[in-house]
């Protein structure tokens, strides 16, 4: 069906400087499916009012894109002559705010944290937002004024972090979500062949893993050749095993586990997507399974292509599987680097680039 999100942008308090400065440059840049909108800049200051309206809209948008969407709101330090700067972000899941009383977040206080930065620990100040999710027949809420001068007289007496969500009395600490990617079977070749047929087509793959607006993590790319009528298989034996720290409590779910081709000359092609659920995984790992990938037929591209890849449920054909392995881990070593990274994790031999294996049924555990 056709969805509406809004998000409205009150206004930003206590940010930490990113330039050693006695204030930021603030700029609110807020991403829904990959729609992106922001507001003005304002110049030195650390709290702002924007009271910036936003709205994005979907056109027959499925249960399941909804269901793996979610709206990330950055905090931006805006420089004229460099890269602007991430102060922090908060990222809300569209579910979270759809299953919500009246489909709405309304009128909260955010915490933000930067987890692309090893050095900038806890909470780096705060936004107010209202973030609406409206499907078909829906109509926003109009909310009664004594509930949000109620709030407000709570704000003004008790402070900020009394009506703030993740509020920085919680002890929050660095858990890791650890994807390792060992294998992929039956890949379409999305590479064509080139020179009359000289140069065979295949695939370069690698696997992809983001969440909660964390820096992509990914493997190496792993190269294989072959009619483009063969199916393709792939093994990551380096630097396979991908670590993502997450801050906990956290409001993020979806876990989006990419298998990508890379293009040296043009983007990276989507060969399809398997979506894992953090707090499944925390309590209870995933151990060698396999997950089937689904995307659109060979000579379909653009949107229409990428659609299809993302979103299983509104694929047409099978390009082939991954088999993943996914945990948590709640007590990581003192000296874990508390940032993005790789490491290489131990393949079975049944797992070795020479092995023919049987089938296995898609979903499946292997022992």
């Known amino acids: 069906g056709d969805y509406k999100v809004m998000v409205h942008i009150h206004e930003v308090r206590q940010l930490k400087d990113e330039d050693l400065n006695a204030s930021v440059d603030p700029c609110v840049r807020v991403e829904v499916l990959g729609k992106r909108q922001q507001t003005k800049t304002a110049w030195m200051t650390n709290a702002v009012v924007f009271d910036h309206l936003m709205y994005f809209s979907f056109e027959d948008l499925s249960p399941e894109q909804l269901e793996r969407g979610s709206v990330t709101i950055r905090v931006m330090d805006v420089d004229r002559f460099s890269r ?72 003004r007496a008790h402070g900020l972090e009394s009506v703030v969500m993740m509020p920085p009395s919680i002890d929050r600490k660095v858990e890791f979500l650890v994807v390792t990617a060992h294998r992929a079977e039956d890949l379409m070749p999305m590479d064509k062949p080139q020179v009359g047929g000289l140069v065979k087509g295949g695939i370069d793959a690698y696997v992809q893993v983001d969440f909660a607006g964390n820096p992509s993590a990914r493997t190496p790319w792993v190269a294989r050749k072959g009619k483009h009528d063969t199916a393709l298989n792939v093994s990551w034996t380096s630097k396979n095993q991908l670590w993502i720290p997450v801050m906990v409590p956290t409001m993020t779910t979806g876990v989006r586990v990419a298998v990508m081709d890379y293009d040296m000359a043009s983007s990276d092609d989507l060969v399809g997507t398997a979506h894992l659920n953090f707090r499944a995984l925390r309590s209870k790992p995933v151990h060698r399974r396999w997950f089937n990938l689904y995307g659109g037929p060979e000579g379909i591209y653009g949107q229409e292509a990428e659609a299809m890849a993302e979103f299983p449920a509104a694929a047409s054909h099978f390009r082939g599987r991954v088999l993943l392995s996914a945990e948590v881990v709640r007590h990581p070593r003192p000296d874990e680097v508390e940032h993005v990274h790789v490491k290489t994790a131990s393949t079975p031999v049944f797992l070795d680039p020479s092995y023919a294996p049987a089938s296995h049924a898609a979903g499946s555990d292997l022992a």
Do not use: N
């Open 84 to 155: 602007d700067d991430l102060v922090g972000q908060h990222v809300l899941d569209l579910p979270f705010v759809y299953f919500r009383e009246h489909h709405e977040l309304h009128g909260r206080w955010l915490g933000i944290t930067d987890p692309t930065h090893k050095r900038k620990k806890g909470l780096m100040g705060y936004v107010k937002v209202s973030v609406a999710v409206l499907g078909p027949g829906d109509r926003r809420h109009l909310w009664d004024a004594a509930e949000e001068a109620r709030l407000e007289a709570a704000e």
